[in-house]
């Protein structure tokens, strides 16, 4: 999808990470869950209220705050998302959700 790939570019990682976590997280729908409020890339304490199919410009705007994310936690993991290293880039799987690498 073309906004993956604007998104990632803009911001310098993979685009195929930004499809990986929305499809982990919502299966690519282009939709707001219903079953929560934390929108397609399952952002904690997002309060997004919308429901029904996601318009493009909010979906390029839950994919920056899915990178905002990616990027907080570079910083706070202190790791940089590289293209070439899979163990960089399986960080930064890892630590997406807060988990534990262990």
Do not use: C
């Amino acid at each position: 999808m073309h906004i993956y790939k604007e998104v990632a570019e803009r911001n310098g990682i993979p685009w195929q990470m930004l499809a990986a976590i929305h499809y982990k997280e919502h299966n690519l729908e282009m939709t707001w869950p219903d079953y929560n409020n934390d929108g397609p890339y399952q952002i904690k304490n997002s309060n997004i209220t919308k429901r029904g199919a996601i318009s493009a410009e909010d979906f390029e705007r839950e994919t920056e705050r899915a990178v905002e994310v990616l990027k907080g936690n570079e910083r706070n993991y202190r790791f940089t998302i590289n293209e070439s290293d899979d163990k960089t880039i399986k960080r930064a799987f890892f630590v997406y959700n807060s988990r534990s690498e262990e």
